[in-house]
């Protein structure tokens, strides 16, 4: 079982619906990610929320809107995607501050997105 | 340009054989972390690797990062079907930058 839990597992959503991804870790990690996930391809960064602050923005196109309601959460607003927006949606979280290199991350099951 | 360079990309074989997965850079990274992600799940952390020289082993799993901190590798021994998946390096250049993905091994073990 992982301790980052996504909601939910799969999501198929026409081009003009509107939905959220949920994302909850109890961990007590500082930052939390979201990444795009194709098909036996490497995780994508999206966002980085570190302390609850968006710290990171990929150039992610605005119909996808990250938030950050406290430091256990992470949701992500989808409007008006596009069919290659299609993909797995991981989101994961790691503790913040330094040392010999970036935290481990602690990843999801992920949201399997289809856009019809 | 890719980083982090993983070979090979696809994977193939037999239960009971041997494999060895590399992941090459030009660049010097002060650690290199290994997932392994199963179908239908998100990548799990199997090592992190800080010290050039380092070899960690894991069970039937033994981790290498090069001397130079440019390279690493992943060596299965005696495979099991449940080692299929993709594995994925990770590396950062510094302590304060973000982890980079290499384009992943995906490792089939047949029965």
């Known amino acids: 079982d992982t301790e980052v839990t996504q909601t939910p597992k799969h999501l198929v959503m026409g081009m003009t619906n509107k939905k959220s991804l949920k994302c909850e870790q109890h961990m007590g990690h500082r930052a939390m990610y979201w990444y795009k996930q194709k098909a036996k391809k490497p995780p994508e960064l999206m966002f980085v929320?570190?302390?609850?602050?968006?710290?990171i923005n990929e150039s992610v196109p605005s119909r996808f809107s990250p938030e950050c309601p406290n430091s256990s959460l992470l949701n992500l607003h989808l409007h008006a995607l596009q069919p290659e927006d299609s993909a797995l949606y991981l989101c994961?979280?790691?503790?913040?501050?330094?040392?010999?290199?970036?935290?481990?991350?602690?990843f999801g099951n992920g949201t399997r997105l289809t856009v019809t | 340009t890719q980083l982090l360079e993983q070979s090979p990309q696809f994977l193939s074989i037999q239960e009971g054989e041997n494999l060895t997965v590399y992941c090459n850079s030009s660049?010097?990274?002060?650690?290199l972390q290994w997932y392994r992600q199963e179908p239908g799940e998100g990548p799990v952390l199997l090592v992190t690797?800080?010290?050039?020289?380092e070899v960690k082993k894991l069970k039937r799993l033994t981790f290498q990062f090069g001397d130079a901190r440019k390279d690493s590798s992943l060596h299965i021994t005696a495979a099991q079907t449940g080692d299929t998946g993709l594995y994925l390096c990770?590396?950062?250049?510094?302590?304060?930058?973000?982890?980079?993905f290499g384009e992943g091994t995906q490792l089939t073990v047949n029965p």
């Open positions: 994961a979280s790691s503790q913040t501050g330094g040392g010999t290199g970036p935290s481990p991350l602690h």
């Open positions: 929320y570190s302390y609850e602050k968006l710290s």
């Open positions: 690797v800080v010290t050039g020289g």
């Open positions: 990770a590396g950062a250049v510094t302590s304060g930058s973000r982890l980079t």
């Open positions: 660049s010097v990274f002060s650690s």
